[in-house]
Nanobody, 127 residues
Framework: QLQASGGGLVQAGGSLRLSCVAFGRTFSTSGMAWFRQAAGEEREFAAAVSWFGRSAYYADSVKGRFTISRDNAKNTVSLQMNSLKTEDTAVYYC??????????????????????WGQGTQVTVSS
């Protein structure tokens, strides 16, 4: 089970920090990611971090503004979002990949490799 928090309403240019706590199993051998889904749109990849946090991957739309990190001791993954834009408005979901699956060949942005999903947290960026 994954529980996400930290969403809210913020003005364009502002910052938010999302957090996701994992329960029920060890997630240290799962890639962790954030996806987002705007109203009427498909769910899309935002950011991912490898097992021990050594590698991070970002969608082009958030690169340079968002930072993903994880703390395996606390079973948490975070997403620091800076310089927010109105187009960042979406429900943000944290996700954990199948245990033992390593990121490679760009697979981090594929929904199918994630078997645990959080409930989502709404981020609204106003102009």
């Amino acid at each position: 089970q994954l529980q996400a928090s930290g969403g809210g309403l913020v003005q364009a240019g502002g910052s938010l920090r999302l957090s996701c706590v994992a329960f029920g199993r060890t997630f240290s051998t799962s890639g962790m990611a954030w996806f987002r889904q705007a109203a009427g749109e498909e769910r899309e990849f935002a950011a991912a971090v490898s097992w021990f946090g050594r590698s991070a991957y970002y969608a082009d739309s958030v690169k340079g503004r968002f930072t993903i990190s994880r703390d395996n001791a606390k079973n948490t993954v975070s997403l620091q979002m800076n310089s927010l834009k109105t187009e960042d408005t979406a429900v943000y979901y944290c996700a954990a990949s199948y245990p033992g699956l390593r990121y490679s060949g760009g697979n981090w942005n594929r929904l199918a490799i994630y078997d645990y999903w959080g409930q989502g947290t709404q981020v609204t960026v106003s102009s």
